[in-house]
């Protein structure tokens, strides 16, 4: 059992060095105080803001300064890369005909970091 999260929660990527906070369009249309989101809240800079500076060197800007530094690691924007919905969510609670996204999901950049919430904003709900 977790909490459906909503516009407002803090996420943290394993790569990044600044949190950051979920963005979600009111486009459900669920009735709550805060937009509620689900698992297809997944969008780049839309739904997920960067996270201040990456330093992985997976991600291609972090690897070229890092080149051009002489191999010393050298972090860049954090602009974060997600392809593919957020998981598990919660398939029993449905958010926009889509499982809800609940405090326990992760989602995965294409450059290895993990996002996952610390904060599930506020306005959320309890989720089975």
């Given at each position: 059992?977790?909490?459906c999260v909503c516009t407002g929660a803090s996420m943290t990527c394993s790569f990044g060095a600044a949190p950051?906070?979920?963005n979600v369009l009111p486009t459900n249309r669920v009735v709550t105080s805060t937009p509620l989101a689900n698992i297809m809240d997944n969008i780049p800079i839309v739904n997920i803001?960067?996270?201040g500076m990456c330093n992985?060197?997976?991600?291609?800007m972090v690897?070229?300064?890092t080149a051009a530094a002489q191999g010393v690691?050298?972090?860049q924007p954090c602009i974060p890369v997600t392809v593919a919905p957020w998981v598990p969510g919660s398939p029993q609670v449905?958010?926009?005909n889509m499982p809800a996204l609940n405090n326990d999901s992760k989602l995965m950049c294409s450059y290895g970091g993990v996002i996952q919430f610390?904060?599930?904003g506020q306005g959320t709900i309890q989720v089975p």
């Amino acid at each position: 059992m977790g909490l459906c999260v909503c516009t407002g929660a803090s996420m943290t990527c394993s790569f990044g060095a600044a949190p950051s906070t979920l963005n979600v369009l009111p486009t459900n249309r669920v009735v709550t105080s805060t937009p509620l989101a689900n698992i297809m809240d997944n969008i780049p800079i839309v739904n997920i803001p960067p996270f201040g500076m990456c330093n992985t060197p997976s991600n291609p800007m972090v690897a070229a300064a890092t080149a051009a530094a002489q191999g010393v690691l050298t972090p860049q924007p954090c602009i974060p890369v997600t392809v593919a919905p957020w998981v598990p969510g919660s398939p029993q609670v449905l958010i926009g005909n889509m499982p809800a996204l609940n405090n326990d999901s992760k989602l995965m950049c294409s450059y290895g970091g993990v996002i996952q919430f610390s904060a599930p904003g506020q306005g959320t709900i309890q989720v089975p």
